[in-house]
C-alpha cells in the first residue's frame, strides 16, 4: 500500500506514534538507497530544503530539487501531469506548495504510484508539526511524546496551517492548546486539518487576547504575521496583530519553565522581540534541528520501517 504525508488528520494515532519514534531511532543508510526523492518546492524555504535532502542522504537516498521556475505547476504545465512525469522517475516526491488541492490532484492522477509528502501546503504543515512535538517532548518529558499530555501550549497571532497541524498533532497527545488571535485571523472550523474535528484528549480554547492565551502556559508559540503571499497587506497586518507581540512584558504571564517556539523565518520587531528569540527561553534552534529528524521519521514509515 502506497503511503501518503498529507496531513496530520489523515493519519491513524499508530502511524502519527511510528512516525514520532522512526524520527529519534536508530537509522543505517539502506532504507533510501539508490532511490530519489523528488524535492518539488513552489515556494522557498532554507529549513524545509535543508532538511528534506539531509534526511534523504542519511538514508542513503539522493534528492533532486525542482524550483516554481523549472516546473511551473498550472502555468507550464498541469499538476497532474507534472505528477504523471514525476512519478516514472521516483517514488517519492515532497512538494512544498501554494494550494493544498495540488496534492490531493498529484495524487489522483498517479494512481497510487508515488507516495507525497507536504512539505507545506495553504491548509496544513504536517512535518512542521511533527518536529514540534519532537521538540516539546524533548523538554517536557525525556523524548516521550506519550508523556506530554497536560501541558499548556499557547498559539499567538496570526493562527496559520502551522497552528492547524500542531494543534491537531497536540490535541491528539492530550496537550491543552490555547490561540490567541484577534477576530480575521482567529482559527475557524473546516479544511482538511481541522483541529475543531479532533475529539481531544486535550482541549481547545480560542482567545480574543494574547495575555488570556500565555497566562500559565507551558509553550509560547508564535509565527510570521506577514507571510508568503501576504506582502500587500503588511501594514495592515502589522497594525491588526500589534498586541499579540511575544515580548518579554508578555511571557512574564507564562510559566517560569516556559519555552518559547517559532517555525522560522522570524520578523524580529513584528511578532517577536530580539530579546525574547535570542533568550534562555526560545527553543527555536532545537526546532529546526527535529525538522530533519520529522524528515527522517516520515521517510521511514513511508518505506514501512516499524
Given at each position: 500500500m502506497t503511503r501518503h504525508f498529507m496531513t496530520i488528520e489523515q493519519l491513524s494515532d499508530a502511524d502519527l506514534m511510528s512516525i514520532y519514534t522512526l524520527a529519534t531511532s536508530p537509522f543505517d543508510d539502506e532504507t533510501l538507497k539508490g532511490q530519489g526523492v523528488a524535492l518539488i518546492f513552489e515556494r522557498p524555504s532554507l529549513r524545509t530544503r535543508a532538511s528534506s535532502s539531509t534526511a534523504v542522504h542519511e538514508l542513503g537516498g539522493y534528492a533532486t530539487f525542482f524550483s516554481d521556475?523549472?516546473?511551473?505547476?498550472d502555468s507550464r504545465e498541469t499538476a497532474e501531469d507534472i505528477g504523471r512525469t514525476i512519478a516514472e522517475m521516483y517514488t517519492i516526491a515532497a512538494l512544498r506548495v501554494?494550494?493544498?488541492d495540488v496534492l490531493e490532484r498529484m495524487r489522483a492522477a498517479t494512481r497510487e504510484r508515488m507516495s507525497l509528502i507536504n512539505l507545506l501546503s495553504d491548509a496544513a504543515h504536517p512535518t512542521e508539526a511533527v518536529a514540534d512535538v519532537l521538540k516539546i517532548?524533548?523538554?517536557f518529558s525525556k523524548g516521550d511524546v506519550t508523556g506530554l499530555a497536560g501541558l499548556e501550549v499557547a498559539y499567538v497571532g496570526d493562527a496559520t496551517n502551522v497552528t492547524r497541524s500542531l494543534a491537531v498533532?497536540?490535541?491528539?497527545l492530550g496537550v491543552n492548546v490555547r490561540v490567541g488571535s484577534p477576530s480575521g485571523y482567529q482559527l475557524t472550523p473546516g479544511g482538511v486539518e481541522d483541529p475543531f474535528e479532533v475529539e481531544g484528549p486535550g482541549s481547545l480554547r480560542l482567545c480574543e487576547r494574547a495575555d488570556e492565551a500565555v497566562r500559565g502556559a507551558d509553550v509560547v508559540y508564535t509565527d510570521a504575521w506577514v507571510s508568503m503571499g501576504f506582502e500587500e497587506e503588511s501594514a495592515r497586518r502589522r497594525?491588526?496583530?500589534?498586541s499579540f507581540q511575544v515580548n518579554e512584558e508578555?511571557?512574564?504571564l507564562a510559566k517560569d519553565r516556559a519555552i518559547v517556539m517559532h517555525c522560522l523565518p522570524a520578523h524580529r520587531g513584528d511578532e517577536i522581540t530580539n530579546e525574547?528569540?535570542?533568550g534562555e527561553q526560545s527553543r527555536v534552534w532545537g526546532q529546526v534541528f527535529h525538522r530533519r529528524s520529522a524528515m527522517i521519521g516520515v521517510l521511514r514509515w513511508i518505506k514501512g520501517e516499524s
Open positions: 521556475e523549472e516546473i511551473g505547476i501554494r494550494h493544498h517532548a524533548e523538554e498533532a497536540l490535541l491528539r497594525h491588526d496583530l500589534a508578555l511571557m512574564g525574547v528569540l535570542d
